[in-house]
């Protein structure tokens, strides 16, 4: 069989049932190299690490621009849709406690190639979203010094500097990926405890400055708000700022991706997530009403957006606070993303999928190259890219991953029986011969929703007639009363997902909403970058598959006649496997 195996050429294993095949549950969780060793006040630490310096001192900045003294509308959309999508997530961590995060639990719900696709993509949430918080990391650190010192001199070639191409250069957000990429070489455990000594300094200081802010807030820079519309741009601009912030809320995703280091996870995550998205969402609120009361909408700075509200409303004092909070919470969410990109990678790497290196661990449970290669990329970007164009890719690649999960739990529940549930199924199709027959077109079903999603997405985004909106809105209710008469095969006796299938199927839609008021750039950039991941899986992933270890005796027989001239290349079996 491995003789066979290896005189395969990689075409051969391009076949539909390679592409959808699941990773079975048992595969996915075995996994003893990690070290156990983290409790819930490490994941809370984690998750507020990922989020609050994201948020708050960067993209709210960009996001202002389109919606004005809207921009906590946009806060609390993006966190509605992210509490669709954490419910999602926790029944799956509960259920299967790997370091996988997106790209296991699509793995397992939807098949390979869409996992490795998810995964591929929440790279940019992790990697390329350290190389955007060490962006504004050196814009508050600059600011910080200006303030503190107005007399020292900083040489501009330290960040943001011209280079070519348009681009600008920042070595000083270089160097805050370099330190944080050391302390993740110090271990799991080490690098947590840093963790939870800088998120609780953080949340000190975020609290500080809502109340200071608060005592200054000024009702007249909230202009256009009441009686014109929400902002300028009304409730389209809401969303699109909605899809620039919400990689902001990526904190309990990053969190999942520390599911195999955690002893008792069905029991700890439901209590992280849940806790951390409640805290994060308060804080954001609060920061953004502060910050569009302190200056208008037009006026913020991009770069440094708080601290320099509180310099234009002549509180010198308190944007010295407003930095020092800035520099230590960004310099956390940059640790934390270094943090979890890797555990991605060795998750796919495990699973054969990515190349072996990936997956070296040393006895400290350091993954060697994985933190090392992220560490060169995150670098690299946050060198060379600005905030702006980095953001709205990141929120692409995120909202991907998040609307495929939720489209996961219909397809985990509503899927064909198992074989030890054929009496049953018999039985239930004679009772309900239509639900029977829906049951077994539900991936059908789902595409047909995304489809409705996007183009009711595309009538908010882009402003077509109402009427088009309207009539694919009632398709998507119409579809979930649909899969409502659908009994579930599959019910998990972990933490289920509440109302399913109107919550996971309602995260689907409210994500990809928020995907088509992106810009045609960042969804663009967001493409190629699919497309060279589906390169890597053509010519390396689906051929290196652990799961073609478990492919049918038959099939290896039929390919060794095939090699020796008994069969057509035309007739050539497909690869088969356990599934």
């Not at 300028?232 to 995703?253: E, Q, R």
């Not at 997530?273 to 953004?288: E, F, K, P, Q």
């Not at 309207?470 to 109302?499: E, H, K, M, N, Y």
């Amino acid at each position: 069989k491995s003789r066979l195996h290896c005189t395969m050429r990689f075409w051969d294993y391009w076949n539909w049932s390679n592409f959808t095949r699941r990773q079975p549950i048992t595969a996915a969780a075995t996994n003893g190299q990690l070290q156990k060793v983290l409790t819930i006040w490490d994941l809370l630490a984690y998750a507020i690490s990922c989020t609050v310096g994201a948020g708050i001192f960067v993209t709210s900045g960009v996001a202002s621009l389109d919606t004005g003294s809207a921009l906590f509308g946009s806060f609390l959309i993006g966190a509605f849709a992210t509490l669709l999508s954490a419910l999602c997530y926790v029944e799956y961590v509960s259920r299967f406690p790997v370091s996988g995060s997106a790209y296991s639990f699509v793995y397992l719900s939807l098949g390979e190639m869409a996992g490795w696709l998810v995964g591929w993509n929440i790279t940019l949430e992790y990697g390329v979203a350290s190389a955007a918080i060490a962006q504004g990391w050196a814009g508050y650190l600059i600011n910080l010094i200006e303030t503190v010192s107005p007399s020292t001199w900083v040489p501009p070639q330290l960040f943001n500097y011209p280079f070519v191409w348009g681009m600008t250069v920042s070595p000083l957000a270089f160097a805050m990926v370099t330190l944080c990429a050391i302390i993740c070489f110090l271990g799991v455990k080490g690098s947590s405890l840093v963790n939870v000594i800088m998120s609780v300094l953080n949340i000190s200081l975020v609290i500080s400055i809502i109340i200071i802010g608060s005592v200054y807030w000024d009702s007249r820079n909230w202009y256009n708000f009441i009686g014109e519309g929400v902002s300028w741009s009304g409730f389209p601009g809401m969303l699109k700022g909605a899809s620039i912030v919400f990689f902001s809320f990526v904190g309990f995703d990053c969190v999942t991706t520390l599911a195999g280091e955690v002893a008792n996870p069905s029991d700890v995550f439901p209590k992280a997530i849940g806790g951390s998205l409640a805290l994060i969402t308060a804080l954001y609120v609060g920061v953004s009403v502060v910050l569009c009361g302190l200056v208008t909408a037009t006026t913020v700075n991009i770069e440094a957006p708080l601290s320099a509200a509180f310099l234009d409303a002549g509180l010198g004092w308190a944007s010295i606070l407003v930095a020092v909070g800035s520099v230590t919470t960004l310099s956390s969410s940059t640790l934390a993303g270094l943090m979890g990109q890797p555990r991605i990678f060795f998750q796919m790497a495990v699973d054969g999928l990515l190349f072996k290196p990936f997956s070296w661990v040393n006895s400290n449970g350091v993954i060697t190259f994985g933190t090392t290669f992220t560490f060169m990329i995150s670098g690299t970007l946050a060198l060379l890219f600005n905030i702006d164009s980095l953001s709205q890719m990141i929120s692409g690649g995120t909202l991907i991953a998040y609307s495929t999960v939720c489209g996961g739990i219909i397809a985990m529940r509503y899927s064909d029986e198992p074989q030890d549930m054929i009496f049953e199924a018999s039985y239930f199709k004679t009772l309900n011969p239509l639900a029977y027959q829906l049951r077994r077109r539900i991936s059908f079903i789902l595409f047909v929703h995304v489809l409705c999603s996007i183009i009711v997405g595309l009538t908010i985004n882009y402003q077509w007639h109402y009427s088009i909106g309207l009539s694919f809105g009632i398709l998507i209710i119409i579809i979930i009363c649909i899969v409502s008469i659908i009994r579930p095969t599959d019910s998990p006796a972990t933490f289920q997902v509440p109302l399913t299938p109107l919550v996971p199927l309602l995260g689907v839609t409210i994500n990809l909403i928020l995907i088509t008021s992106l810009t045609l750039g960042a969804l663009l950039r967001v493409l190629i970058w699919s497309v060279i991941g589906l390169l890597i899986y053509l010519l390396y992933g689906v051929q290196n598959s652990k799961l073609n270890e478990e492919a049918t005796p038959i099939f290896f027989a039929q390919h060794e006649q095939s090699s020796i001239g008994g069969i057509t290349s035309d007739e050539r079996p497909v690869v088969l496997s356990s599934d």
